[in-house]
């Protein structure tokens, strides 16, 4: 679930026409700059006119088509979203979630730090985050089926809330990786899946029955 847009939850994302030809070049060309230019500078160092000289197009261009680096950066999450990525089939819940984990923490800790930049850049531009909340929302969406899986395996107890897993699994290694800036540690991801696993399956997640299934 790495950067990577659904509306309410379970809704799958939707289909997005891709430009094609030149347009479509043009475009990679743009993005694969923003993400150079955030690595290398960071938010403060990032301007339209080095996203345009180091992509080889006129700056005009890029004005013309994202407006200015909250646009820019926009549309780097939005293409995350339009993917064919998707979660782990290892066979089992904790693993799934391990390897999911696994995902996560490698694009959290590599360098040069591009995921955790686009996390610091939301913060500044309100395009960007409004982006970045599309992307959550789509990798999420997408990880649904682990747990629809495990519910099925028997693994978890029937009507298990999905988002409610898998932000618990996964939300430890954005906070030491992202808010505490803890050194990297291997065995984390693997820890911070068992830990949720054994939380669902003693039934943690599961939504409460309501009062006509009493």
């Known amino acids: 679930m ?12 939707p289909t997005r026409r891709r ?34 000289a180091r992509a080889g197009v006129h700056r005009t261009t890029v004005y013309r088509r994202w407006g200015d680096v909250g646009g820019l950066l926009a549309d780097v999450l939005d293409a995350a979203s339009v993917d064919d990525w998707q979660p782990p089939d290892t066979g089992s819940l904790e693993s799934d979630l391990a390897a999911l984990n696994q995902e996560i923490h490698a694009a959290l800790t590599a360098q040069p730090p591009i995921m955790t930049a ?9 395009k960007a985050a409004e982006a970045q909340q599309r992307l959550w929302e789509d990798r999420y969406a ?24 898998l932000i618990a ?19 984390l991801p693997g820890h911070a899946a068992r830990t ?19």
């Open 118 to 126: 686009l996390i610091a850049a939301s913060f500044r531009s309100e």
């Open 2 to 13: 790495t950067p990577a847009d659904p509306g309410p939850e379970g809704t799958p994302p």
């Open 142 to 165: 997408r990880c649904e089926i682990i747990v629809s899986r495990a519910v099925g395996h028997g693994e978890l107890p029937p009507r298990t809330e999905a988002r409610r897993l």
């Open 196 to 214: 949720a696993a054994l939380a669902a399956a003693a039934g943690a997640f599961a939504e409460p029955p309501s009062v006509r299934d009493s």
């Open 19 to 52: 430009p094609g030809g030149r347009t479509a070049r043009v475009r990679q060309q743009v993005l694969d700059a923003v993400v150079a230019e955030l690595g290398e500078h960071g938010f403060d160092g990032l301007t339209t006119e080095a996203v345009a």
């Open 169 to 187: 699994a996964t939300a430890p290694l954005y906070h030491q990786l992202v808010l505490l800036r803890t050194t990297p540690d291997p065995q």
